[in-house]
């Protein structure tokens, strides 16, 4: 058996022992002091009862055999209720030492599969940054290649380009020459032609400006002079002839202020009929100054 597993009970005993000293050491000499000090200074005699005495003394030494039989009672039990304890603490300690056992096996577990797990995943990790920098190093080179390509087509472009506008630039040339070439013969033509038609003009109207002096004069023939005729009168005249010369229709366009004059022009108009001489015009003179045409008639005894 083990030596500390006395030493606590055998501790408890020798206390318990000295309080009960302690108390009749007290109960016998303090009772005897009091009764010291109650006595009179004088001497003074009493009777002593030993029988009393003794009876006092078993007494006490049976309550101290109590005592003590319940110390030691208390001591068992409590060293047994020690044992209890100290058993449930070493089944407790037992327990926690196999817990803790299966704890550092279990972390142990639990460490190496993590240290297998982080070594697979820098190895994954070191595997992909290898992927990716080879993948890297390889989409650099594409995109090199591919801007190298570019570049050079951008050159090529350019220097397309620049055959191009260099073309379309000799080509505009050509046709800007071409183009005033063509405007200065063009120019030329047209005043060659408006020098023509200002000279077929000249002579259309020289050709058909007798035809009209033939027309007033044929006209004042068969006016018949009315009364209220004054001088410096004229009137206006629309006349629309045939091919033949012959009169379609004549009417007033500006009248003279006076409608008897008006009306003796128009019926010197009708009178005549026909303009025989428009015959021997030019259709296309005629169609273009005769077949419609305005005449001023101022009679040649109303001018003054």
Avoid: C
């Amino acid at each position: 058996m083990n030596l500390r597993s006395y030493l606590l009970p055998a501790f408890l005993a020798l206390i318990l022992h000295s309080v009960i000293l302690s108390a009749l050491f007290y109960s016998w000499f303090g009772y005897a002091e009091d009764h010291r000090q109650l006595t009179p200074r004088h001497v003074k005699a009493q009777m002593v009862d030993l029988k009393t005495q003794i009876k006092a003394s078993q007494q006490a030494k049976q309550a101290e055999a109590r005592k003590k039989a319940d110390a030691k009672k208390k001591a068992d039990a409590k060293k047994k209720a020690d044992a209890k304890k100290k058993a449930d603490a070493k089944k407790k300690a037992d327990a926690k030492k196999k817990a803790d056992a299966k704890k550092k096996a279990d972390a142990k577990k639990k460490a190496d599969a993590k240290k297998k797990a982080d070594a697979k995943k820098k190895a994954d990790a070191k595997k992909k940054a290898d992927a990716k920098k080879k993948a890297d190093a390889k989409k650099k080179a594409d995109a090199k290649k591919k801007a190298d390509a570019k570049k050079q087509e951008a050159l090529e472009n350019e220097q397309a380009r620049k055959e191009v506008e260099e073309k379309l630039a000799e080509q505009q040339r050509r046709e800007r020459e071409e183009q005033a070439k063509a405007q200065r013969e063009a120019e030329l033509d047209a005043a060659m032609a408006q020098e023509e038609r200002e000279m077929q003009a000249e002579q259309e109207q020289q050709s058909v400006a007798g035809y009209r002096d033939y027309i007033a004069y044929e006209i004042e023939q068969n006016w018949r002079r009315p009364p209220s005729a004054r001088n410096g009168m004229k009137v206006s005249l629309a006349l629309h002839l045939l091919p033949t010369g012959e009169v379609d229709n004549v009417y007033v366009v500006k009248g003279s202020g006076n409608n008897h004059f008006d009306e003796s022009a128009i019926r010197a108009v009708k009178r005549v009929g026909r303009f025989s001489k428009l015959q021997e015009m030019d259709p296309v003179l005629f169609d273009r100054y005769y077949r419609k045409f305005n005449l001023e008639f101022i009679p040649s005894d109303l001018r003054r």
